[in-house]
């Protein structure tokens, strides 16, 4: 039994059907183990917790491997977790946060089952192993993303994530397109949309709803995401969008990512200096954007117009930034 005590700590209480039977361990032992709930607990099929109780996620993430077998790499939410992705601002776009994916050898047979979601794939990639203990092998970053904005809800979903990997330096837009080229064409919609958004500079899924609503009209492309500077060189502001020939900036105003008071604070000293500058503003809301595209449409084409009609005020821009200056990483959007 000491044999079995070391492999199952070596495996943070876990142990596989195949490990019992070559101690010498019957499989109806374990089954009865697992059947009674007081001793052993069957977390997946030949996958049991000697302990009893329920996993943690780290325990969960090792049975996954042991269930799935030689060469299995952890992959998309649960990998990014151990890159350091701080997943704050993306709760929403997770979804099933619980589950483990995981990539296995094309030949290998595995079947996706309780809380592992299994992939067969002929690209293993180059795991790196994290400094948990056990190590776990996890995905590249971006591959990582890839893989989880193939089962995200929505194209706004796979925004914010893909956004948030770039923007805090966790990956960059060529390693995406990179894993893309090995990524499966069903599935890649949301990652290729996302790609194309953040290669323009739009930070958020409201921002890229806002694209696609512009697109629709005459107007040219805003810049998106630029720092706006005086003519003498201070900061302005990073207006979302800015229609650089008439200087008009338009700003996505969430409540979600303007709750607390230094953000609502930020915001109204960022409006005061398009006021002294002499720059026209329009602020919108994701739910107008989404619920409202008409009247927003109409708004924006008619700030434009607006804004023609005086003279440009004396402002230039930078060129594009991937990190906004106004905040720090893991914390939500400002913009």
């Known amino acids: 039994m000491s044999l079995l005590l070391e492999v199952a700590q ?13 101690i010498g361990i019957a499989r109806s032992t374990a089954s009865y183990r697992s059947r009674i709930g007081r001793m ?15 996993p943690d996620r780290l325990q969960r993430e090792v049975a ?9 790499v952890i992959t998309g939410i649960a990998a990014l977790r151990h890159h350091g992705l701080n997943l704050t601002s993306t709760n929403d776009a997770v979804g099933d946060a619980d ?28 795991a790196t192993r994290t400094a ?52 499966p064409r069903q599935g890649s919609a949301f990652l290729r949309s996302s790609i194309e958004h953040a290669r ?12 696609t609503l512009i697109a629709t009209t005459d107007l040219p492309e805003p810049l998106w995401n630029r720092q706006l500077r005086s003519g003498s060189g201070r900061l302005i502001a990073i207006p979302d969008a800015w229609f650089d020939e008439v200087g008009l900036a338009v700003e996505v105003d969430s409540r979600r990512h303007h709750a607390g008071a230094d953000d609502w604070d930020r915001t109204l000293a960022r409006q005061a200096s398009y006021a002294r500058t ?15 595209p008409e009247l927003v449409i109409v708004s924006i084409v008619e700030a434009h117009q607006a804004a023609a009609r005086i003279p440009r005020p004396d402002v230039q821009i930078s060129e594009p930034v991937i990190s906004d200056p106004m905040t720090s990483p893991g914390m939500p959007w400002a913009g």
């Open 64 to 72: 996954a491997l042991l269930y799935c077998g030689d060469r299995a």
């Open 278 to 292: 002499g720059v026209m503003s329009l602020q919108l809301s994701p739910r107008q954007i989404r619920q409202e």
């Open 99 to 126: 589950i483990v994916q995981v990539l296995i050898p094309h030949g290998n047979r595995r079947l996706s089952t309780s809380f592992v979601r299994v992939e067969r794939t002929r690209d293993i990639p180059v």
């Open 132 to 183: 948990t203990y056990p190590p776990i092998p996890i995905s590249p970053a971006a591959r990582a993303v890839g893989d989880a904005c193939r089962h995200l809800r929505n194209a706004g979903d796979a925004q914010t994530l893909v956004s948030e990997a770039i923007r805090f330096g966790y990956t960059s837009i060529g390693d995406l397109e990179a894993a893309l080229r090995f990524a």
């Open 200 to 211: 323009a500079g739009v930070w958020s899924a409201p921002e890229s709803e806002l694209r």
């Open 10 to 22: 070596a495996q943070v209480g876990l142990i596989t059907a195949a490990q019992l039977a070559e």
């Open 40 to 54: 052993w607990t069957r977390v997946l099929p030949g996958v049991h917790l000697t302990h009893g109780g329920e």
